[in-house]
């Protein structure tokens, strides 16, 4: 990651800070963009490690504000996304048409714009990362707006693969972090946001892997 510049979208919390703090800790310079990226700058500096990087605040579901982001970021090495839209659970019958249409957007929307705007930052030998999710290829009950939404984050990966070639573009399917219903079910329980930014490290790292989603689930997909 020495003389890197890596830019992660959803890097204020969770699995993106993490891996914010182990690009920064192996050299790498650090953009870290979400809603309220700036507010927690605030609250985070105290971390020695954040002190050299940067944050910039914006919403990913908007064209206008990831175009503003992009040229305040400038031309990055790898773009990282691991913004997470609201959850949405419920039986399909009776699930609120706004609350999916949100979630898409976020999520599935949000990646696809960003990726399309941020292509042609990318420096040479670069790469995106996108997240899906473990629901995309093994679904559970109550869940299918994300199965959906992290399904085609999985095709997407694929079909950028194709589409910006030389640039690589992978995405990690995260299983659960929190869902306690699972935490007895999986064989290695639920993970948590430093075993997930290995997966990321490892995409950006690997200059021959692209069109891949690396699974990191704890085995759910076996149960
Ligand atoms: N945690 C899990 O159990 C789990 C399981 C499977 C998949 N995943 C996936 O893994 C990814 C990371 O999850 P996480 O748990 O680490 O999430 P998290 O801690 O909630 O972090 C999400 C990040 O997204 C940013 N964000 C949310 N909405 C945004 C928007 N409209 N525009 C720009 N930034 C936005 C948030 O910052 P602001 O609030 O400042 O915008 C935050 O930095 C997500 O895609 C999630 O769906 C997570």
């Not at 609201?86 to 696809?112: H, I, R």
């Not at 299983?175 to 990321?200: R, V």
């Not at 950006?204 to 759910?220: H, L, R």
């Amino acid at each position: 990651m020495k003389g890197k510049k890596v830019l992660i979208v959803g890097g204020s919390s969770g699995i993106g800070l993490a891996l914010a703090k182990r690009v920064s800790k192996k050299g790498g310079e650090v953009v870290i963009a979400s809603r309220k990226a700036e507010e927690q700058k605030q609250k985070l500096i105290k971390n020695e490690w954040l002190e050299q990087c940067s944050f910039i605040s914006f919403d990913i579901t908007s064209i206008s504000d990831i175009n503003e982001m992009f040229s305040k970021a400038g031309a990055v090495d790898h773009i990282v996304v691991t913004v997470k839209s609201p959850l949405v659970t419920g039986s399909f019958l009776n699930l609120d048409s706004e609350s999916v249409f949100s979630a898409f957007n976020t999520k599935l929307w949000g990646q696809y714009n960003l990726a399309k705007a941020g292509a042609g930052k990318i420096k040479h030998g670069g790469s995106i990362v996108l997240t899906s999710g473990s629901l995309g290829t093994r679904p559970i009950q109550d869940y299918s707006t994300m199965s959906i939404i992290c399904g085609a984050v999985n095709s997407l990966c694929k079909s950028l693969a194709l589409e910006l070639a030389p640039i690589r573009v992978n995405a990690v399917a995260p299983g659960f972090l929190t869902l306690k219903t699972m935490e007895d079910i999986i064989p290695l329980g639920l993970g948590d946001s430093d075993q997930l930014a290995n997966s990321y490290l490892f995409l950006m790292e690997d200059s021959y892997t692209t069109g891949t989603t690396i699974v990191s689930d704890g085995g759910a997909a076996l149960v």
